[in-house]
């Protein structure tokens, strides 16, 4: 640009491009595309090391899963464990209905959210899988349900919004 | 015997039919060309009710003494909370010297164990474990009839 720009480009003589500055900026990334949210590859694992291992926190409090996903993520930090990612999974919402004692009619009784956090680890040597167990055990809190599991492409799939649309289609053509 | 007429039906749905198909496979290119999205968690997204409204709380100003009370209260925490997180490290420590110790007797004692011993547990995945709850289900409750209904929003792209 500075070359076009100014009037003087004598191409010929050896001062062409004199005012020439931005070879020396660092270079600039190109701009971000959105994202794509592409699945990462499942590790499989060797004899002595887990693959992708999700811890799964499920409780109907919100601040007790987030603070224990924050202490578990924090704990595997201190121990030095890869953590992949850690995510939350979406919101359940259950409505809990009684009957009353005398009527055919079912009454309200609560609205009850599930929420849950997911820890995902990767190298997970054999030795120390028992003794990371025996620690979150020893600090789960009430009413949080742990779950620990392999990861799959079902656990990837079920983040993910479903396309009624293309399914229908697929359904058609085959 | 063979008449002109059945014949141009054929010639003409299998015309439609290939155009059809054509329609069929743009419209499956377009979608798939499209990302798949995650679902929005509504956990984090803070409902419009708590930012629209203008209630400021006031609090009561606090005395010296009570302030005072609540600082060394905060220490006294602190120093619960390092206590035990020491405990926890002094714990972790122990169980992997342990460990440590008892694969090394083992191995003098066999190789074959040893290898037994370091490959990776396939029953171990997927370990369940329901949290402490604060109080047992009481003996002999007869809870009433009823239902749960899930009414999870369902999100499509």
């Not at chain 1, 720009?5 to 010929?12: A, E, I, L």
């Not at chain 2, 629209?52 to 003494?65: C, D, G, M, Q």
């Not at chain 2, 006294?76 to 206590?83: D, M, P, R, S, V």
């Not at chain 2, 009433?144 to 899930?150: A, F, R, S």
Request: hydrophobic fraction near 30%; glycine fraction near 4%; proline fraction near 6%.
């Amino acid at each position: 640009d500075a070359l076009l720009g100014c009037h003087r480009s004598y191409r010929s003589r050896p001062t062409h491009g004199i005012g020439k500055f931005k070879y020396l900026l660092p270079k600039e990334a190109p701009k971000k595309r959105k994202e794509r949210v592409q699945m990462k590859e499942i590790d499989a694992g060797t004899e002595h090391q887990y693959g992708d291992v999700n811890i799964q926190m499920t409780s109907y409090d919100l601040c007790l899963v987030e603070h224990f996903a924050q202490y578990v993520h924090r704990l595997c930090n201190r121990l030095s464990i890869r953590v992949n990612e850690s995510y939350a999974m979406p919101t359940k919402t259950d409505e809990v209905l009684f009957m009353e004692d005398r009527g055919s009619k079912m009454q309200l009784d609560a609205v009850l959210t599930t929420h849950q956090r997911v820890v995902q680890i990767r190298g997970l040597s054999s030795t120390f899988a028992p003794i990371l167990l025996e620690i979150i055990q020893s600090s789960q809190p009430e009413g949080v349900h742990l779950l620990m599991k392999q990861h799959t492409e079902a656990d990837f799939k079920s983040r993910l919004k479903s396309r009624p649309e293309l399914e229908e289609l697929l359904a058609e053509m085959s | 015997p063979c008449r002109a007429q059945p014949k141009k039906k054929k010639k003409v749905d299998v015309k439609k039919e290939q155009a059809q198909k054509e329609r069929m496979k743009k419209k499956l290119k377009k979608l798939e060309k499209a990302p798949p999205e995650l679902i929005p968690i509504e956990d984090f997204i803070t409902p419009l009710k708590y930012s629209e409204s203008n209630r400021v709380r006031s609090l009561p100003a606090l005395s010296s003494e009570e302030s005072e009370r609540r600082v060394l209260l905060l220490k006294k925490w602190c120093l619960f909370k390092q206590k035990q997180d020491e405990a926890e490290k002094k714990a972790i420590k122990a169980l992997v010297e342990s460990q440590q110790e008892a694969l090394k007797e083992l191995r003098l004692e066999s190789e074959e164990l040893f290898e037994a011993a370091i490959r990776r547990d396939e029953g171990l995945f997927p370990f369940e474990r329901a949290g402490p709850s604060y109080t047992p289900p009481l003996p002999g409750y007869d809870p009433p009839e009823g239902k749960c209904v899930d009414i999870t929003r369902v999100y499509t792209q």
